[in-house]
């Protein structure tokens, strides 16, 4: 691994972390730690074991999830999240729990 390359990922995941509800390019990332976009992707994954983008998606998903225990109204969640609607959540929320945030919602209550 070449050196710096475990600070690099970790000053990209705080980078995410921080802009979390954000939309996030990887000419963003690259730019962040000077590295061409390919590296920056193989970096991350070789980190923290998945892409930034998805890292980026998940942790999203998640506090989508947080906010549906909290019993924040589903119709705001997509918005909070920066999904673009709510439609854009419903289908990636599918994707990474195997659930819609309504059925979700609805086995916690």
Same mark, same amino acid.
């Given at each position: 691994?070449?050196?710096? #390359? ?8 705080? %980078?995410?972390?921080?802009?979390? &509800?954000?939309?996030?390019?990887? =000419?963003?990332? =690259?730019? +962040?730690? #000077?590295?061409? @976009? &390919? ?11 998945? @892409? @930034?983008?998805? %890292? ?5 998903? %998640? ?9 924040? @109204?589903? #119709?705001?969640? #997509?918005?909070?999240?920066? &999904? ?14 195997? =659930?819609?945030?309504? +059925? %979700? ?5």
């Amino acid at each position: 691994m070449p050196s710096g #390359s475990r600070t690099d990922a970790k000053r990209i995941r705080d %980078y995410i972390e921080d802009r979390l &509800f954000e939309q996030i390019r990887l =000419s963003d990332l =690259s730019k +962040l730690v #000077s590295m061409p @976009p &390919f590296t920056v992707v193989r970096v991350f994954r070789r980190t923290f074991g998945i @892409p @930034p983008h998805r %890292y980026h998606t998940q942790r999203r998903v %998640y506090a989508a999830q947080k906010l549906i225990r909290d019993r924040v @109204p589903l #119709s705001g969640i #997509s918005h909070l999240c920066g &999904f673009a609607d709510q439609a854009h959540l419903t289908r990636i929320f599918r994707r990474t729990l195997g =659930s819609t945030p309504g +059925l %979700y919602a609805r086995s916690i209550r």
